[in-house]
C-alpha cells in the first residue's frame, strides 16, 4: 500500500505575478528557502526538503478577489524550530511592513505558539510551533550504521607472527609464520598473514599452546 514520505511541493495562484514574487522573495529567504525555479510566470522556492511555489493567475481568475472561505486554499503553515523563531518571524513581518493578522502568541492552548499574516493578495499563512513553553522541537535523528572492525593480527612486538585456529580438525592449531614452511620473515602486513595462514592449513607443524 503506497504512503506519503513527505509533501513536495504547493503551488499558489497569485493576481500580481510581480508583486507575489517579491513579498515571498524577502520572506522565503528569511526562513531559509533559495530561489531554485524562475520562470516568467513561475517561481519556485526550496529549503531541501520542500518546494513553494507561485504561479500567475489567468484572466479568468484575476478577475475574483481571494476569500479564505471559498472552496480552494484556506491557509498555509511554516513549522518552525522554537518560540523564538516565531518571534523574530513576527519582528521580520513588521518591519517590512506585511500584513500582521494576529501577532506572536498562544492559541488554541498554552501548547500553541504561532503568527498569522497575510500575503499581498490577502491568503492567509502562519509561523507554527507545537510544543509545551520553554521547550523547543526536537529535529529527527538518524541511526548510524554499525560498522565491523577488521580483525587486528598481533604485531611482533606482542609476540606476534604467530595465529592460532579453532582445532586442529579443521587444520587449526597454531602456526608460526617466521617458520620457512609459512614464508616466514616476508612481511607483506595483515593480508600476507592472512595468506600465509591459509597455506600453512596444511603444513605439518604441531599445534603448541601461546605463551601468555
Not at 476569500?67 to 498555509?76: E, Q, V
Not at 609459512?182 to 601461546?210: E, I, V
Request: net charge positive; glycine share 12%; aromatic share 12%.
Amino acid at each position: 500500500m503506497p504512503s506519503v514520505v513527505g509533501i513536495d511541493h504547493l503551488v499558489l495562484s497569485v493576481g500580481n505575478f510581480a508583486r507575489s514574487k517579491e513579498f515571498y522573495s524577502k520572506l522565503l529567504r528569511f526562513l531559509g528557502f533559495k530561489l531554485k525555479y524562475d520562470y516568467a510566470d513561475m517561481a519556485g522556492w526550496s529549503n531541501g526538503r520542500t518546494l513553494f511555489w507561485i504561479a500567475a493567475a489567468d484572466t479568468q481568475g484575476r478577475r475574483r478577489k481571494y476569500r479564505k472561505g471559498d472552496i480552494g486554499f484556506h491557509h498555509y503553515a511554516f513549522e518552525l524550530a522554537s518560540r523564538k523563531d516565531v518571534d523574530e518571524l513576527g519582528a521580520f513581518l513588521e518591519k517590512n511592513e506585511m500584513t500582521v493578522l494576529d501577532p506572536p502568541g498562544e492559541y488554541y492552548g498554552r501548547n500553541y505558539y504561532a503568527v498569522y499574516f497575510a500575503d499581498p493578495d490577502g491568503m492567509k499563512l502562519e509561523g507554527m510551533i507545537w510544543t509545551p513553553p520553554g521547550r523547543k522541537r526536537k529535529p529527527a535523528t538518524r541511526k548510524k550504521a554499525r560498522t565491523r572492525k577488521s580483525p587486528t593480527l598481533p604485531s611482533p612486538a606482542r609476540g606476534g607472527g604467530i595465529i592460532s585456529f579453532p582445532s586442529p580438525a579443521r587444520g587449526g592449531g597454531v602456526f608460526d609464520f617466521s617458520s620457512p614452511a609459512c614464508g616466514g620473515g616476508q612481511g607483506g602486513g595483515q593480508d600476507a598473514m592472512l595468506s600465509s595462514a591459509r597455506a600453512c592449513a596444511t603444513t605439518m607443524l604441531r599445534p603448541r599452546r601461546l605463551a601468555v
